[in-house]
């Protein structure tokens, strides 16, 4: 049995539960480290944050062909899970400065551009009202270039991405305020419009009032932040019955402390590093991107691993009874040839190598990631569940103890109904401390809540 086989079959009885180090080429993982030692950033948040930056940069320079007909672009969708105050919005933003650094560049090149536009239209004016006749130059209105974009409709993003055929990515801190600006003006439809996005489908909008859009490979990521209290009203409620859940790699780790002050700073040599890593990215993916994009395959041992790792994920989508595990299981297949595709292309970037074959090292080390992602999305399941039916979790003697008693109790008359349901005093005493089932009213007293 190989390694990988068996890392598949223990995958749901020891899943990785923290972000995998040594996946990524040594000056990435020196800059990780950097980070997670000086500014005390969670090592979690740092790698999905920095594989958040690595799908921008890649955005439509390279795809990855499995076969005829089967093509994928890199595009993920990122959420950084954690309570208040635990600095999850600070690694998406230093990772994703390069991009704000250059959009900031693009806005001052389009306001200069937008002056000079509206300065011509004045003259062209001032030439008509003089010469009887005379024609107008012929003037292109300034485009806005951007890679990140915050507030906006499906047709200002869709223009923006028009303006930048390279790929945008949504980036919002709180990512509730992209997912309740749905149906802001669009009264239905905008969700499935995402989910195609997701897939690389086509855009094609048409307007009364407006220019028609077409995109033909569009890529647009997302990335963003949440409060675990918030994931039911974000992410339950329908949404991970329609599959949009299903499209969204969670980042949660299990035990984020908020770190004591830390008067060390970050040198100036691992930011100029990891910039340039990542504008060297950039640089290349826009250049070569030109005449569509690169197309990377598998190589023959990265395939036999992919058809071993398909077929134990087949055997448990099948052998599955619950919908929601199955819909997660079958994203993180497509999520795990998309992060193989951006590990080559970095390490490729690196490396200066003109290649177009994606190794079985780095198919594995896809898979490392995936097992972490796979670890995150079964927590949020979970915590989701336990908001939407907060019994789900609990076997059948717990549920009918709950059952069992009153909408109002003290601990001494529960204990007598625990007694008569065999539930162990010491299992009762940790039951009771759930508060999404128990409000405690004081002490010794308690309140049912579901």
Not at 115 to 141: H, M, T, W
Request: glycine share 4%; hydrophobic share 35%; with cysteine.
């Amino acid at each position: 049995m190989s390694n990988l086989q068996n890392q598949n079959e223990n995958c749901e009885n020891k899943m990785d539960s923290d972000f995998p180090k040594n996946i990524f080429p040594k000056i990435i993982e020196e800059i990780m480290e950097n980070y997670e030692s000086i500014l005390n950033f969670n090592y979690d948040y740092i790698g999905s944050a920095i594989l958040s930056a690595l799908s921008l940069a890649c955005g439509n320079y390279a795809k990855i062909k499995i076969k005829n007909g089967w093509i994928e672009s890199p595009i993920l969708w990122i959420v950084l899970v954690g309570k208040a105050g635990i600095n999850k919005s600070a690694p998406l933003s230093t990772f994703l400065k390069p991009f704000k650094e250059r959009d900031k560049a693009f806005y001052e090149k389009y306001k200069k551009e937008l002056a000079e536009y509206e300065s011509n239209i004045k003259q062209n004016r001032k030439k008509q009202s003089k010469e009887e006749g005379s024609q107008e130059d012929v003037l292109v209105f300034p485009k806005r270039r951007q890679h990140l974009i915050s507030d906006f409709t499906p047709e200002a993003l869709s223009v923006a991405h028009e303006d930048n055929p390279h790929g945008i990515t949504i980036y919002t801190d709180e990512i509730l305020t992209w997912l309740n600006n749905f149906n802001r003006y669009n009264k239905g439809g905008e969700e499935q419009f995402y989910l195609s996005l997701w897939s690389g489908q086509e855009i094609n909008i048409n307007r009364r009032n407006s220019n028609h859009i077409y995109i033909a490979n569009p890529f647009i990521s997302v990335c963003g932040t949440i409060q675990p209290n918030r994931l039911l009203e974000a992410f339950g409620k329908g949404r991970d019955k329609s599959g949009f859940t299903h499209r969204i790699l969670f980042a949660y780790p299990d035990n984020v402390i908020r770190e004591d002050f830390s008067e060390n700073e970050i040198s100036d040599v691992i930011v100029r590093s990891y910039n340039s890593i990542i504008n060297q990215l950039i640089d290349l993916s826009q250049k070569n991107g030109i005449n569509g994009p690169k197309i990377y395959e598998l190589d023959k041992k990265a395939k036999a691993a992919f058809k071993e790792w398909r077929s134990n994920n087949n055997s448990r989508i099948n052998n599955e009874l619950n919908d929601e595990l199955t819909g997660i299981y079958a994203k993180l297949e497509i999520y795990l040839l998309r992060i193989s595709l951006i590990m080559q292309v970095l390490e490729d970037s690196i490396e200066y190598k003109d290649n177009n074959l994606i190794s079985e090292n780095t198919f594995e080390s896809a898979v490392q990631l995936i097992n972490y992602f796979e670890y995150s999305a079964l927590k949020v399941y979970k915590l989701i569940s336990k908001y939407d039916d907060p019994l789900s979790n609990y076997p059948n003697d717990k549920k009918e103890f709950y059952k069992s008693l009153p909408p109002e109790f003290s601990t001494s008359e529960a204990e007598k109904v625990a007694q008569k349901s065999q539930i162990p005093r010491r299992t009762f005493f940790d039951f009771i401390k759930d508060d999404v089932l128990f409000e405690k009213t004081k002490h010794g007293h308690y309140l049912k809540k579901v």
